[in-house]
Every structure is written in structure tokens, then in C-alpha cells.
């Protein structure tokens, strides 16, 4: 019997070994092995097991042991893997370790049971048992980070810890306890509501069809609702379901609505969860007694028992593909998953992405249409305000938009205003020689945070202190130019004294929980106006919110994408959806110096359709995707001359290869970022697969040197 192992070192291929005779009988696919690998030992998973009579070229050694005898993956999530990695062209164990916590797989993690040290204590005539009890609540308070919280508390440096840790090193077994991240907030149970036509519809094409289900709803139509209720018919016949929401909309709010209707059964996977509340989740979904999984991007690959649904909400958005390897969409992971394990698939939008509104026509998705609001509430009413004229020209807020404001606060009513920049300026300028500040290490200027009185880079977090003059001419003429959310924060209260404002941006967020702060403020009507970047422009329903304004709407249709037009379009629409959300009626003004562009205009009318409609007829023309496929190869290194070469040379090469159209090599949208200069290929094809084969050829005869990373964005989203 041999076993067929994937070893965590990015290698792209599977080891064979002898399976010995001890463990024949408990060895099972999908588990984590301990196994000999040159001088040392490596962990790895059995992706494939062969009888006895199968032939190896290799002297096989033994596999050492198995270190859970519960498998980490069902064989359906080992064949999800497999066809991300080769869709994607990333190494099969790169796929595995993007589908588990590495908190699940770290070395000795244990289900409630902690090591750890206690420095004040270990010499103290305490008895263990309350010492035992002591730690378990400091780390029960710290949660993630524990360790360095409580230095910090006691004073105390991580290697006094650890010089300690020989003598006083303590194991304390907790009570059964999880660490659930819902803790401490009371949710009252909620019932199904009876649904409207087009919900039951929606529910029913759902529940019938076999093909994924694209459910378009206007923001505030009710899709939640329809989520809601194909769960329950899941759980009604013994299946699990998953819930994928872009991590910014994962706020307790859209949690709740989840655990009042399925309580206890409910898991939620949070980037802020830590590694022992990850860790418990995972747990409790594959043991089976958590049958509903929310999650951002990565709960696609939840253990859940049973598959019977998957949701992706706001399918269109760009969160769900992962930047590193392997760069995969988990929109379409989901689609993938669901034909593996036979489940229903409903993909959710107001704004859906062209690549889901063209699989409807070509028939590979069902469309279920929800074109009204279902409670309460009407469609906002939007106003698109022309800032090229001389009472708005150079201002941050027109006089419409300040007019509506107060409208607001003389009524008690709330709005909501967007931009999307953080910082005070988006730029530091010499107004003698016109230099601007810019990171060294990547090529974009610095913003301006006037908070703690720095220039910081978006790009790598680097940051200086503002120089006093010019770094070139020794000018003391330094302009701040555009705008950020911390100088119209400044602005406001200028204009409006008597507004509370409150700002929601990431600098204002950084702190565990302070989203939720800042949100639940905002909800108690402690302020009149939030101003925040795109971690408000969605999944947040105020019903007292009746203004909601668009303070920049060109920012995102300059960008150098071909899709900026529909980024744009979703932005405004999404934007505009969060007025008017209850019984008072909204307004939404979008500030623009483009008044007459086609994109804000059918924002402004939130006519998808005719907007999708005129968009796919350009793209096809110019064959762009969802016509093609596109692919961009990048190239990145910290020498110039090397990659500009490379880059030129592979796009030389992949242009011969027919059935490919190929784009020039290009200096990335952003040049340089830490440090390493960036190139791009663009390469358009048929199918994905083409221009995966042509690039895994290219390397193969023409390996990149070691200076020069070089990867493959199979369906590349974004091309900055
Ligand atoms: P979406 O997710 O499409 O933006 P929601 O699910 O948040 O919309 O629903 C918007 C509002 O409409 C919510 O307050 C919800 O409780 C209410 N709602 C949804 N379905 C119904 C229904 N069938 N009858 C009455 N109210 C509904
Ligand atoms: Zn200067
Ligand atoms: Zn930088």
C-alpha cells in the first residue's frame, strides 16, 4: 500500500511512500502525515492512496505517522483543491493550505487546552489550581496576542517569559468552553417573514434548479430574506449550508441576522477572530454542530457536513478573488464546490458582475429578478450635481450637498458620506518647483495624515514625518492637494458646527472591534453624519439615514482598468442603496465634474440592465471578458533592467503561440511597490486553461532567474 502525500513546500508534486503495517488500517485520504523527507521529517497530506501491486520506480520509505486520524479534508474537498490549483496554475499545496486555518494546523494546536507561561506568578505561593485559573482568564480576556498583551501589562520582556517557561511551563486544561465571538451580545430569536412574489420566485427557482441561481435584487429587495429561508429548507433535510459575505460586511449586524433565525447552529469565520476562537470554529463545523458557516472569501472552504448550500452575497465584489497564490475567485470556487458536493448555489447583486449577467444568456446560470424594495421604503432619489460650475468649482461640498445636510439635522435625520480616500490630502506638492512627495519605495505619493502629522504610504504602510521644505528646491511652499476623509471631516465642522460627525475609515478602525463602535454609535443616533470610505458603501441599513452623498464620484472612472466603468457603476449604486432604507424616504446626491458620462448617469437612473447592456456590447467588440478570458502574467524584482528585459522577452515569446492575443509588456498601473519594480503582461484567450498551458510551457523553457518572481493572475481582476 503506498500513499501519495503533498509536502508544504511549494514543490508542485505529490511524494509516494510505503505505507507500513501499524497503520494500514487507520491511514485515510485527506489526512495530515508526519513523513521522512531528506534528512528531516515534514508534514503533508494523503491525497491518494494505492493498493498493494502498485509499482514505484523509487525505493519508498515509510510514512512516520498520523497526526490526526480525523481527516482535515472530505475527498470532495481534496478534488476542490486539486482543480483550483490546476484552474489557477499554483502548486496543489498551496490550494490545501489556503483551505485550512493555519491555526488548525499548527503544530500541538490542541482543542482546549493551552501551554503557556505565567511570569508574575510562577514563583508566588499561589496554589496551582487558582494560578490555573488566574492565566485561563487572562487569556480568555487578551484572546489573540495574548502573550505580548501581558507582557506589556506586567511589565515584563517575552524572553523573562520564556527563561521562566523552563521552570514554571504549565498545562491547564480548560472547561469545555468555547470562545465564541458573538459573546456577549444578546440576539432575540426571529421568524421566517411571509415573502413577496418575487421572493418566492427567487426561493423557488432556488430550491428547483440544479444550476446556480444569479438572484439580482435592488438593495433593501429582501435577497437576505430568500437566503434565510433556503437555509431552513436545507437544514429541513439535513444539510449545511454557507453564507460567503465580503469581509467588510461581516459586521455583527449581518450576523445576528443569521443567529436569530438558526441560533447556536451558526459558525463565523472573521479575519479578527483569534487563533483560538478560529480555531474552535473549524472545530465545531467539522464535527458537525455547526451546520451554517458565514465567512468571508475562505469560508468557501469550510468542513461543513453535508454541503447543501452556498451563498455568495455581493457576488460582484472584487474581495472574493485572493491577490497571492493561489488567486483564485471565491465566487467561482463556489460555483465549482457546488457541483462537486451537489449543492444549490445562489449568487446575490444588485450590481451583478458581467461575467454572472452574461453566463444567464449563455444559460449556465438561472437569473432571478427582484426589481423592487420588499418593506418599507422607496428607491432613493438621486441627484447628480455638476461641480464644474463656479459656486462648486475647488469645493469639497456643493451647495446642494450642504443644503440636504441641513435639511437633515433640522429634521433629526441621519446621512452618510462617501469618499473614497483616507488620510487629510491625497498629495504633499512644492508649489515652487512642483515636486511631490513620494515613498521611495513605491511609486505612489504620499498621503497626508494630519492626525499625527505624517506623509504615510498606502501602498507598504511606510511612512515620514512632513518635511518643513521642499526635499528638492528647500521651498517652505508645500500645498496639500485632494482631498481625504480626515480633511473633509475638517471641513464639515466648519461648515456645519452643530453636526456630530463621526469618520469610519481604516485609520479610525484599526483597533479590535472600534468598527463596531464607531457603527453602533451611528445606529444610536450619537451622530448626524458618518463619513467613511468604501467600509460604508455597503451591508449597512440605518433606518434613519435619508441623505446619503457621493462627495467624488470620479475617482474610480479614471482608474486605468477596463473596468472602471462598472466598478463605478456598482460604487454609486451600492453608495445610493443605503438611503431611504425604512419608512422615511432618501435622497442620494453624487458630486461629479463628469455630468454628462453614461456610467453616472445610468447610476443615477439604477438602471442595471440598460447599463450592462451597452457595457457588453462594448467589450465584446473589443473582446474583453466576459467574451475572453484574461490573464495577466506579473513579474516583479528589485532590479529594473532584469525584469523590463524578461518581460519583454515572455511577451515576445507568448505572442507567437496562437490563439492568444497578447498585450505589450508594461510597467504596472503601480510601478513599484516595496521596493521591487513591477511588469505586466496581459494575455486574452478563449479559455483559461490556453493561456495556463502556454505560460507553464514558457517557464519550463525559459525559467526566470532566481532576482525575478514571476507569477500567473488567471482571470485577473484588477490590473494595477
Ligand atoms: P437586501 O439584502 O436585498 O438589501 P434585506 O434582506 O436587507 O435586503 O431587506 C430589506 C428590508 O426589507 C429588511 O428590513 C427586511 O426585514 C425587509 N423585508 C425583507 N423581506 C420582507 C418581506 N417579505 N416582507 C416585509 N419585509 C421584508
Ligand atoms: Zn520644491
Ligand atoms: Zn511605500
Redesign the pocket.
Known amino acids: 500500500m503506498l500513499a501519495r502525500v503533498a509536502i508544504d513546500l511549494a514543490l508542485d508534486r505529490l511524494f509516494d511512500y510505503e505505507v507500513p503495517d501499524g497503520l494500514k488500517k487507520k491511514l485515510a485520504v485527506g489526512q495530515l502525515l508526519l513523513v521522512p523527507f531528506g534528512r528531516r521529517e515534514a508534514r503533508g497530506f494523503a491525497m491518494e492512496i494505492l493498493p498493494d501491486g502498485a509499482e514505484s520506480e523509487y525505493d519508498l520509505k515509510p510514512v512516520k505517522s498520523i497526526v490526526d486520524e480525523t481527516p482535515f479534508f472530505t475527498s470532495n474537498l481534496l478534488e476542490l483543491a486539486r482543480s483550483i490549483a490546476s484552474y489557477t496554475a499554483s502548486p496543489i499545496e498551496s490550494a490545501l493550505r489556503t483551505a485550512v486555518p493555519a491555526a488548525v494546523l499548527r503544530p500541538g494546536a490542541k482543542p482546549r487546552e493551552l501551554v503557556f507561561v505565567e511570569p508574575a506568578l510562577a514563583a508566588g505561593d499561589v496554589s496551582v489550581t487558582k494560578r490555573q485559573q488566574w492565566l485561563y482568564e487572562q487569556i480568555v480576556r487578551l484572546g489573540g496576542g495574548w502573550m505580548q498583551q501581558l507582557c506589556r501589562e506586567l511589565k515584563t520582556t517575552p524572553s523573562t517569559i520564556r527563561e521562566l517557561g523552563v521552570k514554571g511551563l504549565v498545562t491547564v486544561k480548560l472547561r469545555e468552553r468555547r470562545r465564541d465571538p458573538l459573546v456577549g451580545r444578546r440576539v432575540l430569536p426571529s421568524r421566517p417573514?411571509?415573502?413577496?412574489d418575487g421572493?418566492r420566485a427567487a426561493l423557488d427557482a432556488v430550491l428547483s434548479s440544479d444550476r446556480p441561481v444569479l438572484l439580482h435584487?435592488?438593495?433593501?429587495?429582501?435577497?437576505?430574506?430568500?437566503?434565510l429561508q433556503a437555509i431552513a429548507a436545507v437544514l429541513e433535510r439535513g444539510r449545511g449550508a454557507i453564507v460567503m459575505v465580503p469581509e467588510i460586511a461581516l459586521t455583527p449586524q449581518t450576523v445576528q441576522?443569521f443567529v436569530s433565525r438558526f441560533g447556536d447552529c451558526v459558525a463565523v469565520l472573521h479575519s479578527a477572530l483569534s487563533d483560538g476562537e478560529r480555531y474552535d470554529e473549524w472545530h465545531r463545523i467539522r464535527g458537525g454542530k455547526a451546520r451554517v458557516v458565514i465567512g468571508p472569501r475562505s469560508a468557501v472552504f469550510a468542513p461543513v457536513r453535508d454541503l447543501g448550500l452556498i451563498v455568495v452575497?455581493e457576488e460582484h465584489e472584487t474581495s472574493y478573488k485572493q491577490d497571492e497564490t493561489p488567486r483564485y475567485n471565491a465566487r467561482d470556487v463556489a460555483v465549482m464546490r457546488g457541483a462537486i458536493e451537489g449543492a444549490r448555489v445562489i449568487l446575490?447583486s444588485?450590481t451583478p458582475s458581467l461575467e454572472s449577467w452574461a453566463n444567464v444568456s449563455r444559460g449556465k446560470y438561472v437569473l432571478a429578478s427582484?426589481p423592487a424594495?420588499?418593506?418599507?421604503?422607496t428607491p432613493p432619489r438621486t441627484l447628480v450635481v455638476d461641480m464644474d460650475v463656479p459656486d462648486n468649482r475647488g469645493r469639497i461640498f456643493s451647495k446642494e450637498l450642504l443644503d440636504a445636510l441641513r435639511l437633515r439635522l433640522d429634521r433629526g435625520e441621519q446621512s452618510i458620506l462617501f469618499l473614497n480616500r483616507r488620510g487629510w490630502a491625497r498629495s504633499v506638492r512644492c508649489e515652487d518647483c512642483g515636486h511631490v512627495l513620494e515613498c521611495p519605495d513605491c511609486s505612489v505619493p504620499y498621503t497626508y495624515h494630519r492626525a499625527d502629522s505624517c506623509c504615510r504610504c498606502h501602498v507598504c504602510g511606510g511612512w515620514i514625518p512632513v518635511p518643513s521644505e521642499c526635499p528638492e528646491c528647500r521651498s517652505r511652499r508645500l500645498d496639500y492637494r485632494g482631498i481625504g476623509t480626515q480633511r473633509a471631516e475638517e471641513a464639515l465642522s466648519k461648515c456645519l458646527p452643530r453636526a456630530r460627525i463621526l469618520r469610519m475609515d481604516a485609520d479610525s478602525t484599526s483597533r479590535r472591534n472600534s468598527h463596531d463602535d464607531i457603527l453602533g454609535a451611528f445606529r444610536r443616533h450619537e451622530a448626524d453624519v458618518l463619513l467613511g470610505t468604501q467600509m460604508i458603501a455597503k451591508g449597512l441599513?440605518f433606518?434613519n439615514v435619508t441623505l446619503v452623498g457621493v462627495l467624488n464620484a470620479d475617482s474610480s472612472l479614471s482608474m486605468p482598468d477596463f473596468r472602471a466603468a462598472e466598478r463605478t457603476f456598482q460604487l454609486l449604486a451600492q453608495v445610493s442603496?443605503r438611503a431611504g432604507?425604512?419608512e422615511l424616504p432618501g435622497d442620494a446626491i453624487i458630486q461629479t465634474y463628469n455630468c454628462s458620462s453614461p456610467v453616472i448617469l445610468a447610476a443615477a437612473k439604477g438602471d442595471f440592465a440598460a447599463f450592462a447592456a451597452e457595457e457588453l456590447a462594448d467589450r465584446k467588440e473589443a473582446w474583453y471578458p466576459p467574451f475572453c478570458h484574461l490573464s495577466a502574467v506579473l513579474m516583479s524584482s528589485k532590479d529594473p533592467k532584469l525584469v523590463a528585459d524578461w518581460a519583454g522577452m515572455y511577451s515576445k515569446s507568448l505572442s507567437k503561440i496562437k490563439g492568444l492575443t497578447v498585450g505589450e509588456a508594461v510597467p504596472c498601473a503601480l510601478e513599484k511597490a516595496e521596493g521591487r519594480y513591477r511588469w505586466q503582461i496581459v494575455v486574452r484567450s478563449a479559455s483559461a486553461g490556453a493561456a495556463v498551458r502556454a505560460w507553464k510551457w514558457l517557464v519550463g523553457v525559459r525559467p526566470p532567474p532566481p532576482a525575478l518572481r514571476v507569477a500567473i493572475d488567471v482571470d485577473a481582476i484588477s490590473l494595477v
Not at 417573514?193 to 413577496?196: A, F
Not at 435584487?217 to 437566503?227: A, D, F, L, Q, R
Open positions: 417573514l411571509p415573502l413577496n421572493q435584487g435592488v438593495t433593501g429587495s429582501g435577497k437576505t430574506e430568500v437566503y441576522r452575497d446575490g444588485a427582484m424594495r420588499a418593506g418599507a421604503g441599513d433606518p442603496g432604507r425604512a
